[in-house]
Nanobody
Framework: QVQLVESGGGLVRPGGSLRLSCAASGSIFGIYVMGWYRQAPGKQRELVATIVSGGSTNYADSVKDRFTISRDNGKNTIYLQMGSLKPEDTAVYYC????????????WGQGTQVTVSS
């Protein structure tokens, strides 16, 4: 089992910045990927950014050059630094953990609300 606890959401004005954190605990081993997904009202959950245990990253086109995903392996924590926020970034942001080798199931955090509004 893996437990994920997110923090850092809130209300921010367009153009502002926000940093999300996701602390993982439990059975963490092997090669795994952690990432951020988001779901806006009435829309499907979508990938925002991922980071593999080795450090490689991947971003959705909509957030490239605005968001940065990073990790602190010693704390089993990932971060999402969000900048130049837009109203369309408003969503519930979910942290995800998936072990690749050996293969494992998906784990999700409880979600944190990010609202971009003036």
């Amino acid at each position: 089992q893996v437990q994920l606890v997110e923090s850092g959401g809130g209300l921010v004005r367009p153009g502002g910045s926000l940093r999300l954190s996701c602390a993982a605990s439990g059975s963490i081993f092997g090669i795994y990927v952690m990432g951020w997904y988001r779901q806006a009202p009435g829309k499907q959950r979508e990938l925002v950014a991922t980071i593999v245990s080795g450090g490689s990253t991947n971003y959705a086109d909509s957030v490239k050059d605005r968001f940065t995903i990073s990790r602190d392996n010693g704390k089993n924590t990932i971060y999402l630094q969000m900048g130049s926020l837009k109203p369309e970034d408003t969503a519930v942001y979910y942290c995800n953990h998936r072990r690749i080798a050996p293969p494992g199931r998906d784990y999700w955090g409880q979600g944190t609300q990010v609202t971009v509004s003036s």
